[in-house]
């Protein structure tokens, strides 16, 4: 029973009351995911499971058998930063830094998601193609809670991050 | 070595102004930022700690009355528990902001359903808050329908007031007047990160990680919870996940997690729970308010009225300062302002971000917007005829204000159509679309700072103090203020904050830290450029430091020469004066909205808001527009979704969690624009600033609700504007 | 939470045997349910973890649709034949909570979604379905979230979700698979239960059942249309939504399926509501009346009067854009 975290292979608990939240931040000693609520309704604890973004603070670490995790340590290092991350400092994305880490999974995730055509509740037309305006971001990101109120300047940080993202990608 | 100011007068050099650098005021990155978006910031509860135990609070079922006896075996037998810590320095309540000495310590005695009674340790958390839940314990509760639970069902003792002429005469002899009652509902802070602390006692000394606004003031409050000496203690808290009043106060968590180590002999980590930190730390009063305006045919105010009605619990001081801002804002010759406080059994009230105009202004701005539609007279029109000459009560002069510049260019920023107004005049299928503004205005206040400024013999700076940044900036505003008093990159400052073994600051609150934290770091700057000036034998003001050399009397040297191996460390202490006195100090501004209402299901929605702020020096343009756009988002909140919901049979907290207190999300907040005003004031500080924490919540909501009129014609009187209210008030098609 | 014992079944038939302990309970995406544990709202004493069962399929079924029982909603929701056939049910799942729970919730499980009543969620306060005899906190306190449909004196709570008011508009029906292995199909509109005296049971489910599959009939002609009214703009729970199927005739309102959602102790179909409308030509007069029809058994309980007005105004809402009324 393994799971992997940012590419590092780790034994599952045996307490199977541990949330994969709290697995991360006391048994993996990852505390760049944050727990804000507890309950899925903040997503501080962002993470990518096999790609994909959920509250981790909801689900069980042993139900994670097999899964690659990405966390913000498996984004980038303050030495070396992702463009997101990198995008969220120019930007001022944050304030109190506390959502932060889960606004960056999530923004990362988000991208994805819009390239993969999976529409939105601000999705016009459901069988056309999603662009990425603000509208799209801010509905997509409203998983995320800012309480100091940086929303503003962290969908100008994700939309530089995306066109960096998109000129890196044409560029390969 | 020490340099101490009092500030007695404006200090009208400007000295930063004069520094090469220029680095204050720039649009800076947060030194903190890379290490906070890494997820490499520790906050409180994050640090690794051997041997750490957690504990987990158990709350009261039960609004008043007395946990009679705790049945300590009902769980010792549970997998993992270590104790159940049950003792009378336990705290039942936070303590208010600078309270500065113990808040309430009977924690059998139970004054509020929610309220901490006991702390039960485990070896894991899941052990822990099971048993929690698991502990039995018998109480004598009181009988519920003798509790006073509504503040407008118990008669209210009057906190504070000032009378001046006779404001009913004035209504009656007002060629326009309005008597407009609101209510506002009570908000929760809900910083991001739970309140949590690590104690650990090595049988002499505790120290601390704890989630704290202002450690100068938690360590004497917690020195005086536990007996202990503030010398014994050590608080650190160098990141923290925003506070917005919430950790001002030493609280619950901190104090059991240091009992519990003290008794233990091993490390104790608490945290709250999101439903706990809603039930147990701090709230903002719900409020009523009676405003009365009146003003002559020219639609300048002659009297002035602002009557609150707010609530706590029995023996807490804190009532909310409601009329703040209407004690200074607009004349009136006939004044009557009024706070009384109901007492009654919801869980402690105190400061949440900007305590008294956030709730006050909103109201003021609202009413101003029906004066001025009963005057058929522009609302920016009608704030600008009403700037008084003088304090309207003290006859004090103001300081720097730029309430004219932030009305006059924010409508022009926004494209504000002025003139008259109807409402009704716009819509877009199913949206009414509407336009409103609102003043802005917060009291300047700044409190006693002290802190170290080091130049190193490598020619770095080192900055101690134990303020905090809890999202503000004090990381970068003090970086930068160093960078351009020394004459080095501000990547050779390293600002070292948070932790009571350092100088004492402010602390984080009342958006006093950046004018008074920075201003001790200023005044140490200063006394480490004398050092330096007499080692070259010249006057301090002669002293030109840059690029990390030091030029004076046709010297040049490097300073990391002139540091020598031992460095040159000042202490700098600011102190508040007669100046604070002798001026009537605020930061200004002017809110602008454009909102959306749908005319079948009452949902508003705010499509563009501008600020525009003058708020003395920016020290850094980047984190003060920041401030401004957080407070811009609460105004959001505080205007269409945050409520707290009181039970009326028990008085808990019924919304006690992120999914039903409704804090605005991405999609609730366009992109917000912001105008910062260029402005030195120099009664306010040595540095010319002034407080931007806060103003950015006081009054927008206002502005949204005059947009909410302009719309759809919908004039509400209670915030927040849901949808069930709007649909009530708007008039049929 | 409570200690319980981790299972992990891997055929249909074992996690059916397993969950035919009383105090078994099936987790999938986990996202309501962990949430309820750790509050000890929920206590199972075996948590059946169903994920490794091969139920996440969506594909046809003759011209209708099967949604497997763990297709998580976001699969639903982009699922090509959703979009194009049910828009309603991808626009449903899609206004409900966030991208990150949509990624996890699935199928069964938010049909099993729980009420999000605040005295179901706080174990101090009392509560029927919680603790059956206990009382109900909601009737004389907040009553902001609760029903104005369908409630009894034992319980006034709504069920939350927004995907099974979809599902209720297209008629869709639940299969389960009972302890002895036969597969029944259940209509939608007949899955939940109102509270009654035993406000404990949101729906039919006995134990052993295992819910394997929603099963959408062929798709239908007409505008669909999920609208829903929150007091945050994303991210809430709904003060009330419509989902409507309406088919236009000549200028005339021809088939037409309504569901609401956050009004009852379940996804709320009146059909006399479409029969009334069903060939008239659109109005707003024939709309009130209409919702005349819906609310008149409705009751508010203080804090939640406003559903009534609110729910005429947004069916008003909804019937306008979905019959193309110029208003």
């Known amino acids: 029973m393994t799971l992997t975290i940012n590419g590092e292979s780790r034994s599952l608990p045996e307490d199977p009351r541990i949330s994969l939240l709290d697995y991360l931040r006391q048994g993996a000693g990852l505390t760049g995911t944050k727990k804000g609520c507890d309950h899925g309704q903040c997503g501080a604890c962002t993470v990518l499971v096999n790609g994909v973004r959920i509250n981790s603070c909801l689900t069980l670490a042993v139900m994670h058998d097999g899964d690659d995790i990405t966390t913000i340590e498996g984004m980038g290092t303050p030495d070396d930063l992702s463009p997101m991350q990198a995008a969220f400092v120019k930007h001022d994305g944050y304030q109190c830094g506390y959502c932060t880490p889960g606004q960056i999974c999530s923004a990362v995730a988000m991208l994805d998601e819009v390239a993969a055509g999976w529409p939105s509740d601000v999705t016009d037309d459901l069988n056309g193609k999603v662009e990425l305006t603000g509208d799209e971001i801010r509905e997509r990101m409203s998983g995320n809670l800012c309480r100091c109120g940086a929303y503003s300047n962290i969908v100008e940080a994700i939309q530089e991050a995306a066109l960096e993202t998109k000129t890196a990608g044409a560029d390969a | ?264 002999g091993r490390p104790v980590r608490v945290v709250m729970s999101r439903q706990q930190v809603f039930q147990t730390v701090m709230r903002r009063s719900e409020t009523k308010q009676r405003l009365r305006l009146a003003a002559d045919k020219d639609g300048r105010l002659t009297g002035f009225g602002h009557e609150a009605l707010v609530s706590n619990l029995p023996e807490e001081d804190f009532a909310e300062p409601v009329t703040q801002a209407s ?226 009397g046709g010297q040049e040297k490097l300073l990391s020469e002139l540091a020598g191996n031992e460095g040159i460390a000042k202490t700098g202490t600011f102190k508040p004066g007669d100046a604070q006195d002798d001026y009537a100090m605020a930061s200004y501004g002017a809110f602008f909205s454009e909102v959306a209402v749908n005319r079948w299901t009452g949902e508003a929605r705010v499509r563009r808001m501008l600020g525009a702020f003058g708020f003395g020096r920016v020290l850094n343009a980047k984190t003060a527009r920041s401030q401004c756009i957080g407070g811009m988002t609460w105004c959001i909140g505080a205007a269409l979704t945050e409520s707290l919901l009181f039970d009326p049979v028990d008085g808990h907290v019924v919304n006690c969690d992120l999914a039903e207190y409704h804090v605005p999300v991405h999609r609730d907040v366009p992109h917000l624009d912001v105008l910062m005003i260029e402005e030195r004031d120099p009664a306010a500080s040595p540095i010319q600033a002034k407080g931007v924490g806060e103003l950015g919540i006081c009054g927008g909501a206002g502005a949204i609700a005059n947009a909410i009129y302009n719309a759809c014609g919908a004039r509400l009187y209670e915030f927040p504007m849901t949808p069930d209210r709007i649909i009530a008030a708007m008039p049929e098609d | 939470m409570k200690p319980f014992a981790y299972l992990r079944p891997d055929s249909l038939t074992h996690a059916s045997q397993l969950t035919e302990e009383p105090s078994a309970i099936p987790i999938a995406g986990g996202t309501n349910l962990l949430d309820l544990m750790k509050l000890q709202v929920e206590t199972p004493e075996s948590l059946i973890d169903v994920n490794k069962l091969s139920l996440s399929e969506i594909g046809d079924e003759g011209e209708g649709l099967r949604i497997g029982a763990l297709a998580t909603n976001t699969a639903t929701a982009a699922h090509p034949r959703v979009r194009s056939d049910y828009p309603v049910l991808a626009r449903a799942i ?92 259940v209509p939608l509109e007949d899955f939940h239960r109102l509270p009654g005296d035993t406000p404990e049971k949101d729906n039919i489910l006995e134990s052993g059942d295992i819910i394997t599959g929603v099963i959408l009939p062929a798709p239908v002609k007409g505008v669909q249309l999920y609208r829903k009214v929150r007091e945050r703009s994303s991210y809430a729970f709904a003060l009330c939504s419509v989902a409507a199927i309406v088919n236009m005739e000549e200028g005339r309102i021809g088939d037409i399926a309504l569901a609401f959602g956050g009004l009852a102790h379940k996804p709320w179909r009146d059909k006399r509501v479409e029969e009334a409308l069903k060939g008239t030509e659109p109005s707003l007069k024939g709309f009130d009346e209409a919702a005349e029809i819906l609310l008149e058994d409705a009751q508010g309980y203080g804090e939640n009067d406003f559903k009534i007005p609110l729910t005429r105004r947004t069916l008003k809402a909804v019937l306008c854009e979905a019959t193309g009324m110029d208003t």
């Open chain 2, 327 to 552: 004690a200074f804002l607009y004349p009136g010759k006939d004044r009557e302002l009024l706070i009384e406080v109901a007492r009654i059994h919801r869980m402690t009230a105190g400061s949440v971000r900007a305590p008294g105009e956030a709730v006050g202004m909103q109201t003021l701005e609202a009413a101003m917007d029906e004066l001025a539609e009963k005057l058929e007279l522009d609302p920016v029109e009608l704030r600008l005829r009403n700037i008084p000459d003088e304090h309207p009560a003290s006859g004090l002069p103001y300081s720097s204000r730029k309430m004219e510049e932030a009305l006059k260019q924010g409508a022009e920023a926004f494209g504000w159509h002025s003139g008259p107004r109807k409402p009704r005049q716009k819509r877009e299928g199913e949206w009414w679309i509407g336009t409103g503004m609102a003043t802005a205005a917060r009291i300047h206040n700044v409190g006693e700072a002290e802190a170290r400024v080091t130049l190193n013999g490598d020619g770095t700076v080192l900055v101690e103090t134990d303020m905090t940044d809890i999202g503000t900036g004090t990381y970068s505003i003090l970086t930068q203020i160093a960078a351009d008093m020394l004459g080095v990159e501000p990547a050779k400052v390293l600002v070292d904050l948070g932790d009571t073994n350092h100088p004492r600051g402010p602390g984080s609150g009342g958006s006093w830290g950046a004018a008074s934290s920075g201003s001790s770091v200023f005044i140490a700057c200063e006394a480490v450029r004398k050092a330096i000036a007499e080692k070259l034998g010249v006057e301090e003001a002669d002293l030109e430091l840059s690029g990390g050399t030091a030029k004076g």
């Open chain 2, 1 to 264: 070595m020490s340099k101490t100011l009092e500030m007695n007068e404006p200090d009208t050099r400007n000295r930063l102004d004069d520094m090469a650098g220029r680095n204050v005021g720039a649009p800076m990155d947060r030194p903190d930022g890379p290490a906070k978006v890494a997820g490499a910031a520790p906050y409180a509860a994050e640090y690794v700690i051997d041997n750490v135990a957690e504990g987990v609070l158990v709350t009261a079922p039960f609004a008043r009355g007395t946990i009679t006896s705790i049945d300590e075996r009902s769980i010792t037998g549970m997998d993992g528990v270590i104790a159940v810590i049950s003792d009378e320095r336990l705290t039942a309540r936070p303590a208010q902001g600078t309270a500065n000495e113990t808040p309430v310590q009977t924690p059998l005695s139970i004054a509020y359903f929610g309220q901490p009674f006991a702390l039960v340790v485990a070896e894991t958390f899941e052990q822990a808050r099971n048993a929690a839940k698991a502990l039995k314990f018998d109480y004598s509760a009181d009988d519920p329908s003798e509790i006073p639970f509504d503040p407008e069902a118990v008669e209210a003792e009057e906190n504070d007031a000032t009378r001046q002429g006779d404001l009913d005469k004035a209504m009656a002899d007002a060629a326009h007047s309005v008597d407009i009652t609101y209510y506002t509902e009570g908000h929760a802070s809900a910083a991001m990160e739970p309140h949590a602390a690590i104690a650990e006692w090595d049988g002499e000394r505790l120290t601390v990680h704890a989630s704290l606004q202002m450690p100068n003031y938690n360590i004497t409050e917690l020195a005086d919870s536990l007996n202990l000496e503030e010398d014994n203690i050590r608080i650190l808290s160098r990141y923290v996940g925003g506070g917005f009043g919430s950790k001002l106060g030493v609280s619950q968590e901190t104090v059991a997690a240091s009992i519990a180590a003290m008794k233990l």
């Open chain 3, 94 to 185: 899609l206004a409900g909570a966030t991208q990150q729970l949509r990624n996890k919730a699935t199928t069964a499980g938010n049909l099993c979604q729980r009420t999000r009543c605040y005295y179901f969620t706080n174990i101090d306060q009392p509560c029927n379905k919680r603790e059956p005899g206990s009382g109900c906190g909601a009737l004389d306190g907040i009553a902001r979230l609760h029903a104005i449909l369908g409630a009894s004196s034992q319980c006034i709570a709504t069920y939350p979700g927004d995907m099974a008011v979809a599902m209720a508009a297209l008629g869709a029906e639940v299969e389960i698979m009972n302890a002895g292995g036969e597969t029944t199909r």
